[in-house]
RNA sequence: GGAAGGGUGGCUGAGCGGUCGAAAGCGCGCGCUUGGAAAGCGCGUGUAUCGAAAGGUACCGUGGGUUCGAAUCCCGCCCCUUCCGCCA
């Protein structure tokens, strides 16, 4: 969420980044919206305050009945109003949860990807003197990986992980984790069910809720229990984490925050059927290390994690000795909440080009506004933080990455240094 | 799953229809006292929102309802605690 103040006051530079994102919202519609809610609160408050006056009248002695009438009279007048700033209300908060959050000057205006701009790259992709393998024929060959009876199991985009195909995954999990821990991130495994607050906190909600799966539908079972609350699986342990601070008035002394997530990941991918329909590439199920700072309202500080939590997940590919490259985000293929935001790509041989395996966001305030997260500066003063994430690492999606950099003539697969320590070989196969 | 009791300010906790934005204690801040400190004493100490200000309004888990008037009464929901049962 944005500032009213701050949207009233830069109405422009607000419609031009709703424009510019792709997102469809009406800010004049949002002005006028804002704008009769506050009329009508200011007519209920003064009506509000001439009922307390006329109640602290009759205090103690016995009711008059002219004072009880003109009461009810005030009574009727503010229902009425009511009825109506409850809708007016209701419209204002939904249109304020789609307002985009607005972006660095850095940021490249674009349509969509293809607008993105590479700012970096490491490595070389690979080079090969013999035919490649793919990772699903390299999994299955080697018994790591098998999709085949994960679809019969799981369904569309199900898969199994197997013997060193385990090991690696979980081995890159711990490996990453490891690091985090000793960078001074707290690690967490956080809910992967969650309530709505958290993903409307987060900005996965009210747009992009088809992505996310519901696990938990109000209303009656057929056993005659009845279900209360709509339940969702996280597709991200940023909601979790996050949300463990909603309500919080942070000590600045405490930030910034760093915390590094644990957690099984759920996409729907409704909307993506046909893409990337083959192999790991996109599943409704991952694991991941998720980075998240909460910081200081200070674009510089959060800049500075910014580039810290792309700088980590740099440090881990070069580690695996994988090559990728920075991409920087447009507009266009932002996200509404982002301030700013990187995607790395890493080489994946078989698709002869670099894929998505990290994410890494700034969202300044806007996240936090949503859910309410402050901290106490040192003058006493209450003010909104900023929160960063960044993916750290994510199987098995890495493991497309690491299977065919790795892989060998023979068919085998080398470890990569860092992992040999969990996979316990050199050598897959 | 059964039974009971609860959710009040940074914390503990009183209030159970008007005098309550809320006692008291702790904590915190300022001052007095002191060679300095502790103790003691005095004063102050929630948030949001509208307003230039005076001041208004809202908030006692949350959403409704009753009432001239609700922290207090009634209902839904969320959460917590204790006991029993079941269970990875």
């Known amino acids: 969420m944005l500032d009213i103040k701050f949207i009233r006051e830069n109405s422009e530079v607000v419609k031009k980044i709703t424009q510019q994102k792709n997102i469809n919202l009406d800010i004049d519609k949002l002005l006028r919206t804002d704008d009769s809610y506050r009329k009508l609160k200011q007519e209920i408050e003064k009506l509000q305050c001439e009922k307390n006056k006329i109640a602290s009248q009759m ?15 005030v009574k009727e007048k503010i229902s009425g109003l009511d009825a109506e700033f409850k809708k007016v209300e209701k ?100 809910p992967t069910i969650v309530r709505e607050f958290a993903l409307i906190g987060s900005g996965h909600f009210p747009s992009g809720k088809e992505e996310v799966f519901q696990i938990a539908n109000p209303g009656k079972l057929a056993s005659g229990e009845e279900i209360k609350e709509s339940k969702f ?18 000590d600045e002394k405490e930030l910034p925050l760093k915390y590094c997530g644990f957690s099984q990941c759920y996409r729907s991918e409704i909307g993506s059927y046909g893409k990337d329909a083959k192999g790991i590439y996109r599943i409704h199920e991952f694991m991941k290390i998720e980075q998240v700072i909460i910081c200081k309202d200070d674009l510089s500080e959060a800049d500075k994690q910014f580039e810290e939590l792309r700088k980590i997940a740099e440090e881990i590919l070069e ?5 990728y490259r920075v991409i920087q ?38 996240q936090a506004r949503r859910l309410n997260i402050k901290y106490k500066n040192k003058n006493g003063e209450k003010r909104f933080v900023y929160t960063l994430n960044n993916t750290a690492i994510a199987s098995p999606r890495i493991l497309i990455a690491i299977l065919e950099n790795y ?9 990569p240094e860092v992992l040999r320590k969990w996979v316990g070989k050199d050598v897959i196969g």
């Open 329 to 366: 985000i447009c507009t266009g293929d932002m996200g509404a909440g982002k301030y700013k935001m990187y995607d790395i790509e890493t080489w994946m041989p078989s698709r002869n080009s670099y894929g998505e395996t990290h994410s890494n966001s700034n969202l300044t305030d806007w």
């Open 59 to 73: 205090k103690g002695g016995k009711p008059a009945d002219e004072l009880v009438k003109k009461g009810k009279e």
């Open 91 to 190: 419209k204002y908060n939904e249109l304020m949860l789609l307002t985009p959050n607005i972006v660095s000057k850095d940021t490249p205006t674009g349509k969509d990807e293809n607008d993105n701009v590479e700012i970096s790259r490491w490595g070389e992709p690979t080079k090969f003197d013999f035919e490649i393998k793919d990772h699903i024929e390299l999994g299955k060959n080697l018994d790591i990986l098998d999709i085949e009876r994960g679809t019969k199991v799981s369904g569309y985009r199900g898969y199994f992980l197997k013997n060193e195909g385990v090991l690696m995954h979980l081995g890159l999990m711990m490996y990453a984790l490891d690091k985090l821990v000793k960078k001074g991130f707290v690690p967490m495994v956080t």
């Open 407 to 415: 892989q060998q003539k023979n068919g085998s697969v080398v470890v």
């Open 319 to 323: 580690e695996l000795k994988l090559p």
């Open 233 to 250: 699986l996280v597709g991200t342990s940023e909601p979790s984490i996050l949300a463990y601070r909603a309500n919080e008035v942070i």
